[in-house]
């Protein structure tokens, strides 16, 4: 049963536009969500989170946003650049006392030159 | 600043052998968690460790599979009789203990194949 889906498997920009990656949930339960960039061969690096208490949180040319009501959320990617490239999970967590996390399948990033 | 290391990167093993790998979390972290990634699929939690504790293994497989976090040493996860569908990769992560424990910090994986 896959929690968190992410229903682009991949995703084509041009150098210097905006990347937008979806991420929708299904257990109302979650309450912090965080975006993880992973290149091949690598583990997935922490890019940004946001708690859902707020329904957007920014840090530099990234930027989340969360619509709890449509349990929905994306990032933003402003201008993209082609380092961007790479496999882009969303993941999400409940308050539990595990904090473990529940991560989409991935959306793989390509930025064009 | 080290971040969290897993040996082997790459680990071999027939049918029926036994599978180790290994995790130390980053410097001053006290909570690691093992995921396993199957080809074209998200990452899948698998166990929760303290140090000498298991506080969730809600997604081992029942049998064969087992984790530790010993009070020294990196933490282990150990796979017995392996088949091909254990072919994985394997990745821990670990986070600090109190707030913020939600951003876990990876490893760069084990992958494992069964011949």
């Known amino acids: 049963d896959q929690q968190v889906k992410q229903n682009s498997p991949s995703l084509s920009v041009q150098e210097g536009r905006i990347s937008i990656l979806n991420c929708d949930y299904t257990n109302s339960m979650f309450d912090y969500f965080l975006w993880y960039k992973k290149y091949p061969a690598e583990g997935p690096t922490f890019l940004i989170s946001i708690s859902s208490i707020k329904d957007k949180n920014e840090d530099g040319r990234f930027t989340v946003f969360l619509n709890k009501s449509a349990k929905h959320l994306s990032l933003h990617i402003v201008p993209s650049q082609p380092g961007d490239s790479a496999v882009y999970f969303c993941a999400a967590s409940a308050q539990t006392g595990a904090n473990n996390l529940f991560f989409g399948t991935g959306t793989r990033l390509t930025v064009i030159p | 600043n080290a971040g969290v290391m897993q040996n082997p990167r790459h680990l071999v093993r027939r049918r029926g052998q036994e599978a180790r790998l290994r995790c130390s979390p980053m410097?001053?972290?006290?909570?690691v968690y093992w995921y396993r990634q199957l080809p074209e699929e998200g990452l899948k939690f698998m166990v929760y460790l303290q140090k000498e504790n298991i506080i969730d293994e809600s997604g081992m497989p029942k049998e064969r599979f087992s984790a530790e976090f010993p009070k020294e040493g990196p933490s282990i996860l150990r796979i017995q009789q392996v088949v091909r569908g254990d072919s994985a990769a394997y990745f821990c992560?670990?986070?600090?203990?109190?707030?913020?424990?939600?951003?876990?910090?990876f490893g760069p994986g084990t992958r494992l194949t069964v011949t």
């Open positions: 410097k001053g972290h006290s909570h």
């Open positions: 992560a670990s986070s600090p203990s109190g707030t913020n424990s939600y951003e876990q910090y």
